[in-house]
T-cell receptor, first 113, second 108 residues
Framework: DSGVTQTPKHLITATGQRVTLRCSPRSGDLSVYWYQQSLDQGLQFLIQYYNGEERAKGNILERFSAQQFPDLHSELNLSSLELGDSALYFC????????????FGQGTRLTVV | KNEVEQSPQNLTAQEGEFITINCSYSVGISALHWLQQHPGGGIVSLFMLSSGKKKHGRLIATINIQEKHSSLHITASHPRDSAVYICAVLNTGNQFYFGTGTSLTVIP
């Protein structure tokens, strides 16, 4: 158990809908990262938050947004969903930045139909 | 061209063999991570390196910053080591880039 909790584990939704994925980091970790893993693209970095503020942005679509709340949990919002958004979405947390060890959640498997 | 290249893509080994997985990158980095992903999909961070060498049990990771290359070694491989191993680098602009992974199968 990594100590990082992601909910829900599975999500099936229709095209055009909006969903919210939730991540609770390990106790004491200030950084949260979001990644997308699809069959054709592999793992891709989406965004990082550190202590409530956006620190780095990767290949995150404009239809996607994220935030980190004062209690350090984070949410990834995906809107106007398309079939190609079907993927595993991972959250990871670390004490500080990417040069500290990261701990991964079990992922949310999103299926858009 | 990918910022991170891994080799081999697929690897099959007999139990007990010494295994090496290679990672080359083209960007300046502040850290390199080795990750393990099991068939169920869960990801575990094995190592975070910024220089030198780290060892954890039967796993050893090395990095050569000048050559922009890292290796992950598994000594005395075991079927439970069967997984996908992914190299990830954090560049100096705080962006993560991932290799496409090496799928390892260890046969008893």
């Amino acid at each position: 158990d990594s100590g990082v909790t992601q909910t829900p584990k599975h999500l099936i939704t229709a095209t055009g809908q909006r969903v919210t994925l939730r991540c609770s980091p390990r106790s004491g970790d200030l950084s949260v990262y979001w990644y997308q893993q699809s069959l054709d693209q592999g793992l891709q970095f989406l965004i990082q938050y550190y202590n409530g503020e956006e620190r780095a942005k990767g290949n995150i679509l404009e239809r996607f947004s994220a935030q980190q709340f004062p209690d350090l949990h984070s949410e990834l919002n995906l809107s106007s969903l398309e079939l190609g958004d079907s993927a595993l979405y991972f959250c990871a947390s670390s004490l500080e930045g990417g040069n500290t060890e990261a701990f991964f959640g079990q992922g949310t498997r999103l299926t858009v139909v | 061209k990918n910022e991170v290249e891994q080799s081999p893509q697929n690897l099959t080994a007999q139990e007990g063999e010494f295994i090496t997985i290679n990672c080359s990158y083209s960007v300046g980095i502040s850290a390199l991570h080795w990750l393990q992903q099991h068939p169920g999909g869960g990801i575990v961070s094995l190592f975070m390196l910024s220089s030198g060498k780290k060892k954890h049990g039967r796993l050893i990771a090395t990095i050569n910053i000048q050559e922009k290359h890292s290796s992950l070694h598994i000594t005395a491989s075991h079927p439970r080591d069967s997984a996908v191993y992914i190299c990830a680098v954090l560049n100096t602009g705080n962006q993560f880039y991932f290799g496409t992974g090496t799928s390892l199968t260890v046969i008893p």
